[in-house]
């Protein structure tokens, strides 16, 4: 079956060090790529997310991701965190494939990322 | 702003009750998903519907059955909450188009459920 796992399941950096989540997929076929955020008490909300084009991708808050198809990867990164960013991550992915219609995801584990101030 | 409502936050049943969370969206959206976000193992997909009346088993559908009346609303049944069930139960929808797969699924808050 299909998979997506996140290595790091919890994270704690010091603000403005650099920050990189990794993020690998199974499925060897056409993949659609997300990353979501969830901040404490929060929604599940999108950070970013790829389908084509230029595998460097640039979300909200300075986040931004790197499709790398040789790796099956889509990390995500920031060059400076901030206390505000902790928060639990999850990346997803979604196959192109007829059967999938509704458009199933799937998750990773999460990443839970504490920032320390 | 597409809205994503769930009836409760947190929920306290018992074992053995029947539950039903209840899930309401805004914007006219397709499709609509139950998932369930465990500590360590992310969210797994319970349930979801493409349509009204339409329903598919998601990656752990066993003990829960969906019910979709109208396309705004997607309700998720627990026949006879278990203390396994314990979990944080998330709603959320995604338009259909024929570049569906660009669309983000929007969620809802989350209900905790506590089966004691």
């Known amino acids: 079956a299909q998979s997506v796992s996140q290595h790091n399941h919890h994270v704690i950096l010091s603000e403005a060090a650099s920050l990189e989540l990794g993020c690998n997929y199974s499925y060897g076929g056409t993949v659609n790529l997300f990353w979501y955020v969830q901040y404490p008490g929060q929604h599940l909300q999108l950070l970013l997310k790829y389908f084509s084009g230029d595998p460097l991708v640039k979300g909200i808050k300075g986040f931004e991701a790197e499709f790398i198809k040789s790796k099956f990867s889509f990390n995500l990164r920031k060059p400076s965190v901030q206390w505000s960013d902790t928060a639990e991550y999850f990346c997803a992915v979604n196959e192109e494939a007829i059967y999938n219609q509704g458009g199933k995801l799937i998750f990773g584990q999460g990443t839970e990322l504490s920032v320390k101030p | ?116």
């Open chain 2, 1 to 116: 702003d597409v809205k994503v409502t769930q009836s409760s936050r947190y929920l306290v049943k018992r074992t053995g009750e029947k539950v039903f969370l209840e899930c309401v969206q805004d914007m006219d959206h397709e499709n609509m998903f139950w998932y369930r976000q465990d500590p360590g193992l992310g969210l797994r997909l319970i349930y979801f519907s493409y349509d009204v009346k339409m329903k598919e088993k998601g990656d752990i559908p066993e003990g829960y059955s969906v019910s979709r009346e109208k396309k705004e609303r997607f309700s998720l049944i627990l026949e006879s909450a278990s203390t396994n069930q314990t979990s944080m139960y998330l709603c959320a929808s995604k338009s259909y188009s024929p570049r569906d797969r660009l669309y983000e699924q929007y969620f809802g808050p989350g209900t905790r459920l506590t089966v004691t």
